[in-house]
Every structure is written in C-alpha cells, then in structure tokens.
C-alpha cells in the first residue's frame, strides 16, 4: 500500500527559506509576522498538505490551539438553524488563524457548568465561546472567577460585570419594527416570547416596550404570548391563543425567527392571509425565513459574521490578554420581504 510522507515544520522553512521560528508563528496568526508572510506560509502549508504536530505545538508554546463551545441538547436536533450558522462562522474564523474548535455536548438534564468545567479544567482548550447567556449566568461567573479566556454572545443585565462580548441590537430592532408598523397604521401589535430567562429576551421586549412609550398613543396595545423555547407543542398552542381569540392583533413580532415561522404557519392553517390580514415579524434572518410564503420580513442579526468576528476576538484575548474587556455591538439590518403590510382597513 503506497503511502505519502508528511511533511515536517523544518522541511517546510526550509522550502520558504524562512527560519522555523517564523514559520511557526506564522502559521498560528502571530501578528508580529507580517501578514504577507503568514499568508504566504500558509498557502504553502496547504499546498504541502502540512499538518502541524498538535502535542508538540502545546509543549513549546504551553497553549493547545484548540477553541471549546457546549452545546446543550434541549430539543430534538443537536443544532439549530442559529446554531448552524453560528458554529460554521466560528469553525470559519478559528480556522484562519490556525485554531480548531471543540464541541462539547451537555446531555438534557445535565449542567452545561460542569462540561464547561471539564473542558477548562482539563486544558483542552485556550479559550471558550459562550452562547445564549442567561440573565444570571454562572458560566461567565466561572469563567472569570478562573480567568480564563473567553468571549460571551449576548450580555448580561449586570452592566457591572466586566467581560468581554459581543451581542447584536435587538432593542433597537424591535424599536424599529414598531415604528415601522406604526407608520402602516397598526395599533394592536402581538408579541411572541419564550419563558427561558435568556437576556435577549429582556433586550427585545424591552426595546419594543420602549417604542411604544415613545409614541404616546393610547390607542396602541400590546398582547403577549409566551412558550418554553423547545417546546413545539406548547408553542403553537400560545401562537393559537393569539390569532383565535376574538380581537387578534393585526402585526405580531415574534423574538426570534421560528416563532415567527410557527406564527405563518398557524394563521395559514386559520385561514389568515399574511399580510393581508395579519403582518408578522421576525429576527435573526435565519435561511428558512427566505423561503417560508410569502417571504418572512426579518432583521439579519449577520449570525456567520459576528461569529467569526467572536473567533477573533478570542485569539487576541487568548494571545494578547488584554487589561480591558473587549466588547462589540452589532446593529442588524431590516430584511423587508413580504410578510408585513398596512394594518386591515376593517379592524382597529
């Protein structure tokens, strides 16, 4: 059986007439080195098809390239379409700067503390992404408490607590969604929310409860449905509270976008014609909210992106340990398609 041989990091100086040092650094996205140089070492490893020696990189550098992030199992599918997106980004920018991720899974009715913990404590990775941060999280609690590297997707409502995130705007998304609805004549608006107490949440709602305070009109009201996240069935039971009870709201915002989905599909089955009769808005823009009839207006909350731009800002805090938190915040973008409309001329 014919084999290849595997070419070594001196073999590869070597061919680049580079030092190994060099080399070395370039390939794990050094900024010292100046990114003519890393690109080009980097379009010669993959040529040479080099794989660099994992054990040998931790023993001289103390660090094990890789990047840990838990997954939670809480509904039938490992990964959700945020999650999908979410994870390619992040694999996407690791792997630029020569950084693999590990995916670890936290069992329904297991603490994700304690796989967060085991992949800190085990020093499987440098540093760790943090997802869906909850309004009291214990895991950046720990994270801190450790002083460990790592960067959170989504704040706390502790502004107190220093650490380094990045989050998208949904307060003003969802201000934004209102006015424009507003402006369509809408004044009985819905909104479908989640039990989880998840930060965002707050964030959304809040900026919504906001708008509507900012606009002084009375004649404006606001009917609110929750559900537990990754429960379908108690999901479309509170969207079919709302659009069969007798004074359904004419422009439902839902907090995410497959609340929104379930809202289409449940006024499809009712008999309802979006936007015709009922204008529906979501946010996140994940891929199935181009598909969904009519086409669900959404905010593209840029997933992929800001999860590369989380890989990023990782490397730098594992390399650099900066004395300040590095922290960013995204506005995302309205996606008008054609879920939405002027408000029903034969309803308040």
């Not at 201000?175 to 959304?204: K, N």
């Not at 379908?232 to 009870?245: D, H, P």
Request: neutral net charge.
């Amino acid at each position: 059986m014919m084999t290849t041989r595997v070419i070594t990091l001196k073999e590869l100086a070597a061919s680049l007439d580079l030092s190994i040092t060099t080399v070395s650094r370039a390939l794990a996205g050094h900024e010292q080195i100046a990114l003519k140089t890393r690109e080009r070492v980097a379009q010669a490893a993959r040529q040479a098809g080099y794989v660099p020696n994992t054990a040998a990189r931790t023993l001289v550098s103390g660090r094990s390239g890789f990047v840990g992030l838990v997954l939670p199992i809480r509904g039938p599918n490992l990964v959700d379409s945020f999650l999908g997106e979410f994870v390619t980004g992040l694999g996407e920018g690791l792997v630029s700067h020569g950084a693999d991720l590990i995916l670890a899974t936290a069992a329904f009715g297991h603490s994700e503390l304690s796989v967060l913990r085991h992949v800190v404590e085990s020093g499987r990775a440098d540093g760790v992404v943090v997802t869906r941060i909850a309004e009291v999280d214990e895991r950046l609690a720990y994270l801190r408490e450790r002083s460990f590297p790592f960067v959170a997707h989504g704040r706390l409502l502790d502004s107190d607590f220093g650490y380094n995130w990045l989050d998208t705007d949904g307060a003003h998304a969802f201000a934004e969604a209102f006015d424009m609805l507003y402006e369509l004549g809408h004044r009985h608006f819905g909104l479908v929310t989640i039990s989880e107490p998840m930060t965002f949440r707050h964030l959304r709602q809040d900026g919504l409860a906001a708008a509507i305070a900012r606009r002084g009109d009375p004649s404006v009201r606001l009917t609110v449905v929750t559900a537990p996240r990754f429960d379908q069935e108690a999901r479309i039971q509170a969207v079919n509270r709302m659009l069969q009870g007798p004074d359904r709201p004419t422009a439902i915002v839902a907090l995410f976008d497959e609340l929104a989905l379930t809202v289409m599909e449940e006024a499809a089955r009712a008999g309802l014609s979006v936007p015709r009769d009922l204008s529906v808005i979501g946010f996140d823009n994940i891929a199935a909210s181009a598909y969904a009839p009519p086409g669900l207006t959404t905010f593209d909350a840029s997933i992929r992106q800001c999860a590369r731009e989380i890989a990023d800002m990782l490397l730098t805090i594992i390399a650099d340990r900066p004395a300040e938190p590095l922290t960013r915040l995204i506005r995302p973008t309205l996606v008008a398609r054609a879920s939405h409309g002027p408000a029903p001329q034969t309803r308040s």
